[in-house]
C-alpha cells in the first residue's frame, strides 16, 4: 500500500488539537494526518519568555524535524493559518489551505484593533462564565450564543465538546501574548507553494469582505473561496466542507485561480 501524503492540521488561538476532532476523521483515507497543538496552549509544549507566531512556528518547525519530516500539506484555522504560511515561506510546505488566516491585516488599521478586541472578549466571557459552563453547556441555545463570535452554529458541538474548547481557552498562557502581537504577513510573491484561503460567510473575526481583499493584495496568486454559512472557526459549523476544502487544497498543481464557493 503505498504511504499516505503527511498532512498536518493546525488550530486557532487559544484552542488545541481538539479543534479539528470533527474533521480529522473525514481526512484519514487519504492522508497521514498529524494534529499537534500548539506551544502556550492547553496541551501543548510550554513556553518561557513572551509568545510570538515566529516562537510557534520555530516549536511546530521542531515537531516536524521530531517526525523526520522535510515538507508536508499543512492546513490551519486563523493563528493556524497564519503559521500554516509562515512555515511555507520557510521552505515547509507542499501546500496550504488557510481557513480564516489571521495575519492578513494593517497593523495599524481599526478592523484589526476591532478583531482582537472581539477575540478577547470571547476569552473574558468564557473566564467569567466558567463554574457554570458544563451546566450551561447543556443547552443548545446557550452553545449557540456563548459561541457565536466563532461559530455560526455552536448548537451543533456536543455539551463535552462545547465545554472541551472552552476548558482549551480557559488554560492558554499564550493567548493574550498572540492577540497583542505587531506581526503580520509579509508579502507572498510569488507564492512559495499552492495556497488556498477559504473565506467564512459569517466570520465575526475576520469578516471576509475586509480580510479577503487585503489577502488577495498580499498574497496574489492564490485561490480564494467563501464557506457558505460558517463562523470563524467553520470546522464547528460544516467539518464535512472543511474536510473537502482541504483535501482539494492539498491536492491543487497550481494556482492563480480565484473562485467563490457558495
Do not use: K
Not at 473565506?199 to 492564490?222: K, M, S, V, Y
Amino acid at each position: 500500500m503505498p504511504e499516505l501524503p503527511p498532512l498536518l492540521l493546525l488550530h486557532g488561538v487559544m484552542m488545541s488539537a481538539n479543534a479539528w476532532d470533527q474533521v480529522a476523521p473525514l481526512l484519514t483515507d487519504r492522508f497521514d494526518v498529524l494534529i499537534p497543538t500548539a506551544a502556550g496552549h492547553h496541551g501543548g509544549p510550554v513556553l518561557t519568555g513572551r509568545a510570538t507566531v515566529a516562537e510557534l512556528t520555530d516549536h511546530t518547525e521542531r515537531y516536524l524535524d521530531g517526525l523526520g519530516l522535510d515538507t508536508v500539506h499543512v492546513a490551519g484555522n486563523s493563528l493556524g493559518g497564519w503559521m500554516a504560511v509562515e512555515l511555507a515561506r520557510r521552505g515547509r510546505a507542499r501546500s496550504v489551505c488557510g481557513l480564516s488566516p489571521a495575519g492578513f491585516w494593517d497593523p495599524g488599521a481599526p478592523d484589526h484593533s476591532r478583531s482582537r478586541a472581539r477575540l478577547r472578549f470571547v476569552r473574558n466571557l468564557t473566564r467569567a462564565s466558567a463554574p457554570v459552563l458544563p451546566l450551561a453547556m447543556h443547552s443548545a441555545l446557550i452553545r449557540r450564543l456563548s459561541m457565536r463570535d466563532v461559530a455560526a452554529h455552536g448548537e451543533r458541538l456536543s455539551p463535552r465538546e462545547a465545554t472541551t474548547h472552552a476548558t482549551d481557552l480557559l488554560h492558554c498562557t499564550a493567548g493574550l501574548d498572540i492577540l497583542a502581537t505587531d506581526e503580520f504577513i509579509a508579502p507572498l510573491d510569488p507564492l512559495p507553494c499552492p495556497m488556498t484561503f477559504a473565506w467564512p460567510e459569517r466570520d465575526r473575526i475576520f469578516p471576509q469582505h475586509i480580510n479577503g481583499p487585503l489577502a488577495t493584495r498580499i498574497a496574489p496568486g492564490a485561490r480564494h473561496i467563501v464557506l457558505p454559512d460558517t463562523g470563524h472557526v467553520p470546522m464547528i459549523d460544516d467539518p464535512e466542507l472543511c474536510a473537502r476544502v482541504i483535501a482539494e487544497s492539498a491536492g491543487a498543481q497550481s494556482t492563480g485561480t480565484q473562485s467563490t464557493t457558495g
